[in-house]
């Protein structure tokens, strides 16, 4: 285990020194789904749109920042009514990157994450309009592939957990739930 542990540092010191880290800023896409059964069992799969950015401190590490949509619909699992979802996440993070080879960067990124939640519902049995607002953790990795000095490709998974109370037949006045989610995507980007 020792050598392992080991191994992983060694590796991470090697790729880290020789990291080049410049500003940056992304428009990200993605498939967006919830983590949870009780929202699984209401909404499909949605989408995600993200503008970001990240801004060297220090050697390897960069602050990130970011802002975004998510969208789903759903069915209510009663009535089978529509109901839908969006969501605006405020990411500040800390971002760590490793050159991988001459044109490809891995990164690694954790921090807060503001999710603003908004909920639609056609039923009469829930509340129509469902507005709040929550703070919770954010994990983010992926690759970022070099067309040039300037432009680069993402591949990117994000994972966002997160509690809120939201109204269900069982609790019309709301318990907290888990509105943990992942996003899977890619972006575009540009680094100065």
Not at 82 to 97: D, E, F, G, K, M
Not at 125 to 150: L, Q
Request: glycine content about 8%; proline content about 3%.
């Amino acid at each position: 285990m020792n050598r392992f542990i080991f191994s992983i540092s060694t590796f991470f010191i090697f790729a880290s020194s020789k990291i080049f880290s410049a500003p940056y800023i992304e428009a990200k896409a993605g498939y967006f789904s919830y983590t949870q059964d009780f929202m699984q069992d209401i909404y499909d799969s949605g989408y995600d749109i993200e503008l970001c950015g990240a801004y060297p401190v220090w050697n390897f590490l960069q602050i990130y920042a970011a802002v975004g949509y998510s969208h789903c619909n759903g069915n209510l699992s009663v009535t089978h009514e529509n109901t839908r979802v969006y969501q605006i996440p405020a990411t500040v993070a800390l971002q760590a990157l490793f050159k991988m080879a001459e044109s490809t960067k891995f990164y690694l990124m954790l921090g807060p994450r503001y999710i603003y939640f908004n909920m639609k519902n056609d039923s009469i049995y829930v509340s129509k309009d469902v507005s709040k607002s929550t703070v919770g953790g954010f994990f983010g990795t992926g690759f970022h592939t070099y067309f040039n000095e300037f432009v680069f490709f993402d591949i990117f998974g994000e994972y966002t957990y997160a509690q809120l109370g939201i109204p269900s037949y069982h609790h019309t006045s709301g318990q907290t739930q888990q509105i943990s989610s992942y996003t899977i995507g890619a972006g575009l980007g540009f680094s100065f």
